[in-house]
């Protein structure tokens, strides 16, 4: 059972490129969450989607696109990176709202 | 907003037990959770608690809440240098159905 899954694990970029985060889930969860995680600040809701279909904006959507067209998968998308995104991205995704969040292992972007 | 807090920094020596507190905003939030983050890796839940229950505890672990005062706290009994580690406090299931952090409490264990 593989879980959450998030690639790539680490990403450079430059400065207005763009790119896609994987998630992939296999345990049939509707929910799906992307946060960013950075020093001092604890994890921040980007986006979020309760069903394939779905989705809705978290804290912090500016500059992030996401979709989810089926169950198990839910990409974030930076359109023109900014150094201001250069973080540590989670996944998360849970049976219901009112269940334990189950994380990937993150992806590392530094943005140049 | 929702808003949860939680001091930035715990230290211990091996052996003794470790209080850490989180302090949280949304009354209607349903479940309260522990999560355990060690370096470079993600987040594992640890233990959650129901919003009407007082008290859970799982083996090392015993979770006090407060409602009243919106109060929540991990107590780790005999605490290891295995648990050195970020503990993140998170409030979930209330009416934005969204799980809200606080910023996290590095554990630092002495041996």
């Known amino acids: 059972n593989a879980g959450v899954t998030q690639t790539p694990k680490f990403q450079v970029l430059k400065t207005g490129q763009s790119m896609t985060l994987q998630c992939a889930q296999d345990?049939?969860?509707?929910?799906m969450s992307w946060y960013r995680q950075d020093p001092g600040m604890g994890l921040r809701l980007i986006h979020y989607s309760v069903g394939a279909g779905i989705t809705d904006q978290g804290e912090v959507p500016n500059g992030y696109n996401v979709s989810r067209s089926t169950t198990e998968d839910f990409p974030l998308r930076l359109l023109s990176a900014a150094p201001s995104q250069t973080s540590v991205y989670f996944c998360?995704?849970?049976?219901?709202?009112?269940?334990?969040?189950?994380f990937g292992d993150g992806t590392r972007l530094s943005i140049l | 907003g929702e808003d949860v807090e939680q001091s930035l920094f715990l230290s211990v020596r091996e052996g003794d037990s470790s209080v850490i507190n989180c302090t949280y905003t949304?009354?209607?939030?349903?479940?309260l959770y522990w999560y355990k983050q060690e370096p470079g890796a993600g987040l594992q839940l640890l233990t959650y608690?129901?919003?009407?229950?007082d008290m859970k505890q799982d083996q090392r672990l015993t979770v006090l809440l407060n409602k009243k005062d919106k109060h929540l706290s991990l107590r780790i009994a005999d605490t290891q240098t295995g648990d050195s580690a970020i503990y993140f406090c998170?409030?979930?299931?209330?009416?934005?159905?969204?799980?809200?952090f606080g910023t996290g409490t590095l554990l630092a264990v002495q041996p």
């Open positions: 949304d009354s209607s939030s349903t479940y």
């Open positions: 608690i129901f919003s009407n229950m």
């Open positions: 998170a409030e979930g299931g209330g009416a934005t159905n969204k799980l809200i």
């Open positions: 345990m049939n969860h509707e929910y």
């Open positions: 998360a995704s849970r049976d219901r709202h009112d269940q334990p969040q189950h």
